[in-house]
C-alpha cells in the first residue's frame, strides 16, 4: 500500500512549486507522480491533422518527486505524514491510512 494514491490532494514542501497544492493524477512508480497544476513544463507539439491535434507550444504538466509532496490534512490546512494502521472492519483486519499529527483516517 501506497501513502500517496491517485485522487489525494497534496501540497508542494520543495521546489519551484512551494506551497501549492494539487490533485494527484497519476502515479508512475515508487518515487514519481505527476499533480495537476504543479511542474509545468511548456512541451513543442506537432501537428496531427488525422487525429485533429494543433501543433505548437502546450504547457504539461511533469513528474514531481514523492520526497517533495506531503498530504493534505483539511483540519489542520498543512501537509501532513502518513502512516498506517490496522482497523477491524466486517470482521477482517484491514490495512488504512492516518495522518500521524491527529490519527484520523485519510481516506474516511
Avoid: C, T, Y
Avoid at 15 to 21: E, L, Q
Avoid at 64 to 71: A, G, K, P, R, T
Amino acid at each position: 500500500m501506497r501513502k500517496i494514491k491517485k485522487g489525494d490532494e497534496i501540497v508542494v514542501i520543495a521546489g519551484k512549486d512551494k506551497g501549492r497544492r494539487g490533485q494527484v493524477i497519476r502515479v508512475l512508480d515508487e518515487k514519481r507522480l505527476v499533480v495537476e497544476g504543479v511542474n509545468m513544463a511548456k512541451k513543442h507539439v506537432k501537428a496531427d491533422p488525422n487525429r485533429g491535434i494543433a501543433g505548437g507550444i502546450v504547457d504539461k504538466e511533469m513528474p514531481i518527486q514523492v520526497s517533495n509532496v506531503m498530504l493534505f490534512n483539511s483540519e489542520s490546512g498543512k501537509g501532513d505524514r502518513v502512516g498506517f494502521k490496522f482497523v477491524e472492519k466486517d470482521g477482517k483486519q484491514r490495512k488504512v491510512r492516518v495522518f500521524k499529527s491527529n490519527g484520523n483516517l485519510v481516506d474516511a
